[in-house]
């Protein structure tokens, strides 16, 4: 009955992206993306990763979900132009290398599988040195405390993502089109009720993170999912300016991450220890918020955001 | 058939079919999706791979992967960016290599 | 009871293949996204039977998140294609392949 319930998952996440990726409509491949997010999170729930599973909706299915719907709508209202599809010699040669990879992942994996088995040494190592972290999720103590300098680089490369968003679209101009904002009553009690909501739930993740499963991460994409959803109900705009606080904002995570880092080094410890469960609350805090901002900005395609309409 | 064999054969289908998709698909943002699919076939792999399915024990490979996730969502975002601004600057929503193998 | 909680992971995967079967119909894109809510509802049931199952109650959690993303993506469906009545001011892209 197990093995039924995974060859099923796994058959349904191969007929999903050909779905996604091959014929059919743009329109119908992102709906059809989607919906692979959400069973790829399912299959992390299988695979006993309750936090992957989290991170896969939020982010993968969600966040990615709402870039690509907005950028395809973008597309139309820009008018550009489709491509002309390519031709058939090309789509034969394709056919032959996705095969040929395919056949190359499938063996580097079964090797892979046969080779490590279960629990490898890093794993064992990961469970001994946890408890005296005072954290019980494992996966937070990996991403704060043993390779948080893999984090740290990652949160700035979430920033660069913004900086070099801002460089392609250029300050020089008026915001991105977004579409009209949606002041329907029953959209104003959703609105009600969810963007609250979506704090709370942010919140309870991040405390949770530290034992249960969740985090800076996930906490961070449900944060930016509220603030897509301000913005699409037409109660944040894009601004052309970057205020203060979305700038402390969007900094908070590389500098409040560095800074303990460094502190720590000036008190003689080694560069970006992390001193008790206190300090990892704090980054994981200053994460979360910046992670939420900057994805709610690239989602704007805007430099800043502000409570009153343009013009 | 193992659960784990189960998982790495599905994730090789669906990476194939990302790379095949890549190959044809000539909307830059079909491209983009097909990245995308891919990056969650590998991840599936790593996870697959490192850890025993029940136990939930080795964090390492899971917390690989929550930042893979994360990179490529600043990857997309990024692209996305750029692909806006290519169809405002030229109108095209393709790489046109074709033109160039004419020589 | 232990051959009760997988049959129900059976019968919702089954479910989710059905709704799936309309996707891929469509006809219209909203056809399409009203049976992509209608799949991540089932997920969520799927995932609260897992929780019971596996003895993983953070699995809830990703349930509840699912619940609030659904709530958030079928503004965004209709914000987007409202939207299109303002595209149509550009040259149209061929519309939905019908079957």
Same mark, same amino acid.
């Given at each position: 009955?197990n093995?039924?319930?995974?060859?099923?998952?796994a058959?349904?996440?191969?007929? #999903?992206?050909? *779905?996604?990726?091959?014929?059919?409509s743009?329109? %119908?491949?992102i709906?059809?993306?989607?919906v692979?997010?959400?069973?790829m999170?399912?299959?992390?729930?299988?695979?006993?990763?309750?936090d992957?599973?989290?991170?896969?909706?939020?982010?993968g299915?969600?966040?990615?979900g709402a870039?690509?719907?907005i950028?395809?709508?973008?597309?139309?209202?820009?008018?550009a132009?489709?491509?002309t599809?390519?031709s %058939? #010699?090309?789509?034969?040669?394709?056919?032959?290398?996705?095969?040929?990879? +395919?056949?190359l992942?499938?063996?580097?994996?079964?090797?892979?599988?046969?080779a490590i088995?279960?629990?490898?040494?890093?794993g064992?190592?990961?469970?001994?040195?946890?408890?005296?972290?005072?954290? /019980?999720?494992?996966?937070?103590?990996?991403?704060?405390?043993? %390779?948080?300098?893999d984090?740290?680089?990652?949160v700035a490369?979430?920033?660069?993502?913004?900086?070099?968003? %801002?460089a392609a679209?250029?300050?020089?101009?008026a915001?991105l089109?977004?579409?009209p904002? *949606?002041?329907?009553?029953?959209?104003?009690?959703?609105?009600?009720?969810?963007?609250p909501?979506?704090?709370?739930?942010?919140?309870?993740?991040?405390k949770?993170? +530290?034992q249960?499963?969740?985090?800076?991460?996930?906490a961070?994409?449900?944060?930016?999912?509220?603030?897509?959803?301000?913005?699409?109900?037409g109660? #944040?705009?894009?601004?052309p300016?970057?205020?203060?606080?979305?700038?402390?904002?969007?900094v908070a995570?590389?500098v409040?991450?560095? /800074?303990?880092?460094i502190?720590?080094?000036?008190?003689?410890?080694?560069l970006?220890?992390?001193?008790?469960?206190?300090?990892?609350?704090?980054?994981?805090?200053?994460?979360?918020?910046?992670?939420?901002?900057?994805?709610?900005?690239?989602?704007?395609g +805007?430099?800043?955001?502000?409570?009153?309409?343009?013009r | $058939?193992?659960?784990?064999?189960?998982?790495?054969?599905?994730?090789?289908?669906?990476?194939?079919?990302?790379?095949?998709?890549?190959?044809?698909?000539a909307?830059?943002?079909?491209?983009?999706?097909?990245?995308?699919? $891919?990056?969650?076939?590998?991840?599936?792999?790593?996870?697959?791979?490192?850890?025993p399915?029940?136990?939930?024990?080795?964090?390492?490979p899971?917390a690989?992967?929550?930042?893979?996730?994360?990179?490529a969502?600043?990857?997309?975002?990024f692209?996305?960016?750029?692909?806006?601004?290519?169809?405002?600057?030229?109108?095209?929503t393709?790489?046109?290599?074709?033109?160039?193998?004419?020589? | 009871?232990?051959?009760?909680?997988?049959?129900?992971?059976?019968? =919702?995967?089954?479910?989710?293949?059905?709704?799936?079967?309309?996707?891929?119909?469509?006809?219209t894109?909203?056809?399409?996204?009203?049976?992509?809510? =209608?799949?991540?509802?089932t997920t969520?049931?799927?995932?609260?039977?897992l929780a019971?199952?596996q003895?993983?109650?953070?699995l809830?959690? !990703? !349930?509840?998140?699912?619940?609030?993303? !659904?709530?958030?993506?079928?503004?965004?469906?209709?914000?987007?294609?409202?939207?299109?009545?303002a595209?149509?001011?550009?040259?149209?892209?061929?519309?939905?392949?019908?079957?």
């Amino acid at each position: 009955m197990n093995l039924l319930i995974d060859v099923l998952i796994a058959i349904g996440l191969v007929v #999903l992206a050909w *779905q996604a990726l091959v014929g059919g409509s743009l329109f %119908r491949g992102i709906v059809m993306f989607i919906v692979f997010g959400l069973t790829m999170a399912l299959a992390w729930a299988r695979l006993g990763s309750p936090d992957l599973a989290m991170a896969e909706a939020a982010i993968g299915a969600g966040v990615t979900g709402a870039l690509l719907m907005i950028a395809y709508w973008r597309l139309r209202a820009l008018g550009a132009s489709r491509p002309t599809p390519r031709s %058939r #010699l090309r789509a034969r040669l394709a056919l032959g290398v996705g095969v040929l990879s +395919s056949v190359l992942v499938a063996m580097i994996g079964l090797a892979a599988v046969e080779a490590i088995g279960p629990g490898g040494e890093a794993g064992q190592a990961l469970a001994a040195a946890l408890p005296a972290t005072g954290l /019980g999720n494992p996966i937070t103590g990996v991403l704060v405390i043993f %390779r948080n300098l893999d984090t740290l680089l990652e949160v700035a490369v979430l920033l660069a993502a913004y900086v070099a968003s %801002r460089a392609a679209l250029g300050d020089d101009k008026a915001a991105l089109p977004l579409p009209p904002a *949606q002041d329907a009553p029953l959209v104003g009690a959703l609105v009600a009720v969810l963007a609250p909501l979506t704090v709370l739930v942010a919140i309870y993740l991040l405390k949770a993170g +530290s034992q249960l499963p969740g985090g800076a991460f996930q906490a961070g994409a449900v944060l930016a999912a509220g603030g897509v959803l301000l913005m699409l109900a037409g109660r #944040l705009h894009p601004a052309p300016l970057c205020g203060l606080g979305l700038r402390i904002a969007l900094v908070a995570g590389t500098v409040v991450f560095s /800074g303990v880092g460094i502190i720590m080094l000036a008190l003689g410890q080694p560069l970006l220890a992390v001193p008790g469960t206190w300090a990892v609350y704090l980054i994981e805090t200053a994460m979360m918020v910046s992670i939420g901002a900057t994805l709610v900005l690239l989602f704007a395609g +805007s430099a800043g955001l502000s409570g009153k309409a343009l013009r | $058939m193992s659960h784990a064999e189960v998982w790495v054969v599905a994730a090789a289908a669906v990476f194939g079919i990302g790379l095949y998709s890549l190959l044809i698909a000539a909307h830059l943002l079909r491209q983009l999706i097909a990245i995308k699919v $891919m990056g969650s076939a590998i991840f599936l792999v790593l996870v697959v791979a490192a850890g025993p399915i029940d136990g939930a024990l080795d964090g390492l490979p899971k917390a690989l992967v929550l930042t893979g996730i994360v990179i490529a969502i600043s990857a997309i975002a990024f692209a996305l960016a750029l692909l806006v601004r290519l169809a405002e600057v030229t109108g095209s929503t393709s790489l046109e290599d074709d033109a160039d193998d004419d020589r | 009871m232990s051959l009760l909680l997988p049959a129900l992971v059976v019968f =919702l995967l089954l479910n989710l293949v059905a709704g799936l079967w309309r996707v891929f119909l469509g006809p219209t894109a909203a056809d399409r996204m009203l049976s992509a809510l =209608l799949f991540g509802s089932t997920t969520v049931a799927m995932l609260l039977v897992l929780a019971q199952w596996q003895q993983s109650p953070a699995l809830r959690i !990703a !349930a509840l998140l699912f619940v609030m993303l !659904a709530a958030i993506t079928s503004i965004a469906f209709v914000a987007l294609t409202q939207g299109r009545v303002a595209a149509r001011r550009a040259p149209a892209p061929p519309v939905e392949p019908r079957q």
